[in-house]
């Protein structure tokens, strides 16, 4: 069984320019969620998507923003990008709320 | 701020002994937990979960105890091997909230 797919695997961006991230769930999986991990740090919650809608966000600028599409992909988008947004983007998926997995996740740097 | 935290941020341990690593979680209401292992680079690999109607839960070389009196959440692993060195996160859930809340996690390194 394909797990958790994260792309791109690195993305370099410029301070005030958009980034797209994407996510693939595990078939049948219905919820995705996205997490930002800084530095060193631990994950901070972002966005849970299920059934194409957002069901929860964290505390997030409104320039962090996605969608679930209808084969349960996901993207993230963060527009105006900051320093401060150089981050390890992690999506996991989930079917209810068991069998959370983890893709490898995407590594943002804004330079 | 998070709910969940973790006492120690590093362990230490020798290749062969058990490793016990803590965790405190705040919110009475989570009611399922899971502890993830993150090697450098890589994403959390689940490891165990347990549900709040349960105290211990075992895996493979691997224990979960759960103690609702004091919010208390540790993980143990037996006859640690280098393998083991990465950084263990606890997280907690809420029912009908399916969002998880990781605490800052402990690194925990292996010495052969």
């Known amino acids: 069984e394909a797990g958790v797919t994260q792309s791109p695997t690195h993305l370099i961006k410029t301070r005030g320019q958009q980034a797209t991230l994407r996510c693939s769930p595990i078939?049948?999986?219905?919820?995705v969620y996205w997490y930002q991990q800084a530095l060193g740090l631990g994950l901070q919650f972002l966005l849970w998507y299920d059934e194409g809608e957002e069901r929860n966000r964290g505390n997030f600028p409104p320039r962090f923003s996605g969608r679930q599409f209808p084969n349960y992909s996901s993207e993230l988008n963060v527009n105006a990008l900051e320093l401060e947004d150089s981050a390890l983007y992690l999506c996991?998926?989930?079917?209810?709320?068991?069998?959370?997995?983890f893709g490898s996740g995407t590594r943002l740097t804004v330079v | 701020g998070e709910s969940v935290g973790l006492h120690l941020p590093t362990l230490s341990v020798q290749e062969g002994d058990n490793s016990i690593i803590n965790c405190a979680y705040s919110n009475s209401a989570s009611d399922y937990f899971i502890w993830y292992k993150q090697e450098s680079g890589k994403g959390p690999q689940f490891i165990i979960d347990?549900?709040?109607?349960?105290d211990k839960r075992q895996g493979q070389r691997v224990t979960v105890l759960l103690n609702k009196t004091v919010k208390h959440l540790s993980l143990q692993i037996a006859a640690t091997q280098p393998g083991d060195s990465a950084v263990y996160f606890c997280a907690e859930n809420l029912l009908h909230d399916y969002k998880l809340s990781f605490g800052a996690g402990t690194t925990v390194t292996v010495r052969a």
């Open positions: 996991a998926s989930s079917l209810v709320r068991y069998g959370y997995t």
């Open positions: 078939s049948g999986h219905t919820s």
């Open positions: 347990i549900r709040s109607n349960m």
